[in-house]
Each structure stands twice: as structure tokens, then as C-alpha cells.
């Protein structure tokens, strides 16, 4: 019989993902959930003896999902699998009973080599014949780019979590990507994290590669700065010049980790601006109205970052001009078949 | 050491004016491009193979190697920009002539140097000379702050003028609506002010407008909003301030108008003042009827025979 496999992703796109490496040889029937509580009904339903569990999801996320089956004593071996690799995730969820945490993107030969390591598959890792059967996009709708837009952003994000996180020595709350395409003098309202009643500092830099150009802006409530400044344990006085220090501090590695994540999975490879002070202590509208002179769509990743245990929030936004999204979207396709290819390609080595 | 470049690579790596650095991870220089050379006066045969910092000792070492150890771990670029920093590298102006600093701004990209396996073990330093950038944002700044000022106050009494004024109001009323502090405005206007006019002349007139300028300024407390709302009449705003308070400010002013002598040519002229005052009351829904308030018990004052201090009921 084969062995019930669930994959646990709110991204159709990283389910798909999921699914085309799932090595050829394992005789497996694969069923998919959407969010934590869907998983837990295909558990019960006997479809879910290993489940691939992402972490940032809405309804109910990686986390409540462990718990309610460490609860409920439910029948599953959970693989976790995520952008969000920071330290304190992985021990969280290894001590609910997770048997492993396996990164985003995908890499199947790290996979079989988990999957051989529990005895649970021990042959080929090669997906060549699954990711025929899957195939990564249905059409080319918007709602679906956006949707592989949102798992490359969670990517990158858990990366630049994980680096800040490092720095920073805190835990980095993630929450899920917001994508959308929206008008450039619109993207104000997309902020959640931003409070505009108060001053607000900016940063931006511009990434450029042949197909895709883009720019990264880092926006902070200014209390938020004074709060980073102290946690980067900035030996020097509150004076204007480190808040600024703190503000390029956060920006260089946030931004960093983001476009080498990107870079990665588009295989593309950016040429980094140097960043601008966008606005010091300003209104937000100020910052906008000053900087933001064209009108034109453009596609939006807006990620929440939070440090919750020190009160800190800030945004970033990816911003990619809307006749730029095609070429961005095709190079992710080529990019996805091209490391299946190259991964597949490689493992006779690595076995 | 650097492997040999062809000719024109040395060239064109010794004619770009950017400051070429690179170092390995022990900070020992592997290439010191001419731009780094003359501006810093040492040579590259006599940095390249030894460490960087003992040769620049403007460069502050830990801060520096704080900074690069993301461009080593994460194998990302980081930016150290001239608003954080004015320079890495402590370099005499590129113009030493005209321009309006001493020493260059500078930005600095530290960029990774991957080896073919992937590690980083070299990073390169560049330096970008924003000196000219830098100044000139200066000067755009030095202009909008006197824009600003010039936008804001009244030109004949340096108050506040009506619309700042106005901006200012509104603003401390959505203030205190959150943080519940006391807060009073002061409506005043000059009594009988159209027979000054009438009988001494405008530029008299203007002399009395500026004189009670004057003494509300010295009335007031630095934090308190003074503005010149119409031709006689003044506003002003007395931050944590509760009635009895602002009744002191108010007689004070009224007081040393009334005893104060406007010199005006050979004329000697005497004026007296009328206030209203308001203290912010939840029941002000609007910034407007809080100010209406004031404007009210300015009438009254001035029904009642003027030159006194009239509250809002």
C-alpha cells in the first residue's frame, strides 16, 4: 500500500514545489492541506502518516498545527519545512515532536537523505518522473505569479529573519508575505506595521539585473529605531548620526539576505545601489509625496517583520515595476526547472 | 598577492575615481588602487601583504570589522553611508580650492569576494567620493530651513502668521485630545485701533502692532504659540496651561500694554488691549469652535468697555 504523504502549505505554489521533489522511487499518495486545520482533518482521515509542514500559515500556523497533534496524540511524522530557519523555530518545533526541519527551497537530495536517515525511503532521490506530473503553474493568471511571488518572498524573508535574528540574538516574529499589485502612490496603505501618526525613518536601495529591476525600501516608526538602536548595542550616544548607523545596520542585512535569497531563486544576480536615507523623522505622506514622482503599477512584497519580546516593528517592501513581473515570473519558472534539473543531475554523486 | 592583470586592467583600475581596496580576511591589503594612493599618500608596494589598520588610523578597527562581518557570513554587500559616517578613510577635499569642506565625504560599498568554493575570503572596499553631494544637500537644507521660516512667521511682528498659526492650533488640539493636558488660547485685539490708524497714520499703526508684538513675546514662554491672526488681532496658545494660569499671561499683557508708550516720530502714543480666553473643554468637538470660544469672550471684553480679560463660559 502506499504510504499517505501530506503536504501542509498555504502556498499552492510551495505545494507544487513540494510535491515535484519528492524522489520517484517512494510509493507515496500525496494529499494536500492549505493550513494547519485542514491537515489535522486529513490526519484523522488517515492521510497524513508523514506530513511536510510549513510554518507561517494563516488560520492556524506551523505551530498550533504541532501542538494540536502532540494534544491529540495524532498519527503523524511531521518534516518541517520552511523559509523561517531561524534557530529558536527549529527548537521549538523539534521539541513538539517534529522530526526534522528541512529549509526552503527545496533540495531533494537533502531530502532523501532525511527521508533514508528514519528509514522511511531508502532509494533514488531523483524526481525527474514527479516533476513531470506536477506541473508548477496551471496557467499564467495573475492571482497564480502572485502566488509564486509570495513563496519566493517567504523565502527570502525567512533568510533575512534568520540573519537578523543571528545579530540581534532575539527571536524574529515572520508573518505571511503580503503581494500585491498595486498603484506606486497606493503602496502607503499597505504598511501594517507602520504607525502613520507618528515620525517615520526610510531607506532604499535599487537592485538591477537584465530582466528584473526593483528597489527595497525599509520603512521605521521612529521610536522603533531608538528601540533596534539600543538592542544593536550601539555603544554610542543617542545622537542622529547612529540612529542612522542603526537604520543602515538593519537595512544592509535585511536587505542583503532578501536579494541574495531572491538572486537564488531567480538565478539572477543583482547589482546592489547604494542605499539612500529615503527620510529622517518624517511624516510618511511626506516620504511619499517626495520620493514617489511616478505613477505606474507595480508589484508589491510587503513583509512585517517584528521583534515582539522587544516591541519592535518594521516593513519591508520589495517593489518590482509591473512591466518588469513577466520577466521576474518566467525567470522563476526557468529557475525552478533548472534546479530540479541540476539537483537531480548531481545526486548520483552525493549517494 | 593579486595574480597579474593585463596592462589595460591596471590601467583602467588605476584611472577610475573610486578607491579601490581589497583585503583578505586577516585585514592585509591585496590591492591599493592610484585613486587610494594619492589621496592617502602611501603607496600600494609599500601597504599590499600587511594589515590596513595600522595605516589609517582614523579608522576606528572594532566598529570596522563589526562592519564587515555580514559581507564574510552572509556573503552580501554593506553599505557605510556619508549620513552615518562623513569618511572611512580620512582624505583631504578632492578640490582643495573651492570646495566648502576640509576633508571628503565618502560612501563605502565593502563588497564579497566569493573563492571558487563559495567562501568568502576577500572583500573589496570601495570609496566613493560624495563630497560635492554632500555639500550641496547642505545648502538645499540651509535654504528650506529659512523657506520655511520665511513661510511661517508674519513679516511685520516675526510672530507666527495666520495659516502657521492655524497649522500649529490644530495640531495641538488633536495633542490634547489624546493626552489630556490643560491647554488655553488667548484671542487679543488692539482697542480703538482704526482711530491710531485714523488719526496718526499706517506706518504709526504698524509701530503699535509691532510694539504689542514685542510685549507679548516677552510675555510668553518660549514653548507658547504666538501668532498675528488678523490686522490687530493676535492668537495665542498656551501649552499646560489651565485658565487661572493663562489669566495671569493675559492680565500681564494687558497691563504692560496699558502703561507701555509707542514712540512714533514726535508722537507719543498709549494703547490698551481686549482678551478672550479658552481653556480646551472636551466639549470643543472641533479646533474651530474651541478658537470661536475665545472669539466670543473677546467680544464680551470688548462689549463690556475693553482693556480687560474676559473667559470663555
Redesign the interface.
Known sequence: MSLPVLICDDSSFARKAMARSLPDGWDVDVAYAANGEEAIAQIKAGKGDIMFLDLNMPVMDGYQTMEAIRKQDLPSMVIVVSGDVQEEARSRMMSMGAIDFIRKPIDNAKLTSILSKYGIYDGEASAENRAKDVSITTGSSIDEKLNAFREVANVAMGQAGE?LAK?LNKFIDLPIPNVSIVHSNEMSMMLTNIDMRQSVSAVS?GFVSPTIKGEALILFNDANVAALQQLLGSNTKMSE?SE??AL?DVS??II??C??ALSQQLSVTFT?N????LGIHCDLEEIVNNNISRWEKVLVIEIAYAVSSENISFELLLVIPDRDIDAAFSRLLMSQQAMEITISGEQGVDL | MAVDKPAWQNALLNSIEVGIVVVDTNFQVEEFNQFMENHSGVQASDIIGKPIFPFFEEIDQAWFENKCQ?VFS????????W???QYLFKFGSSRPITSSSDYMYQ?I?ILPICANNGQVERICILV?DMTDQAMSKARVDKLNDELKVISRVDGLTGLYNRRYWQERFEREFKLTIRNNKPISVLMLDIDHFKAVNDTHGHQAGDKVIQSLAMLIRKATRETDICGRYGGEEFAILLPDTNTETAKIVAERIRKVSERYMVKHDSIEMHFTVSIGIAEFSPEYKRPLVWLEAADQALYKAKENGRNQVIFAE
Do not use: S
Not at chain 1, 547604494?274 to 536615507?277: A, D, G, R
Not at chain 2, 552572509?74 to 553611508?81: C, E, G, K, L, S
Open positions: 540573519n545579530i536601495e548620526t542612522i548607523e543602515m544592509n542585512i542583503g539576505a536579494l541574495n546592489h547604494t542605499p539612500i536615507l | 555580514p552572509m556573503n552580501t554587500p554593506v553599505f557605510v553611508i549620513e552615518q559616517r560612501n560599498t566613493y
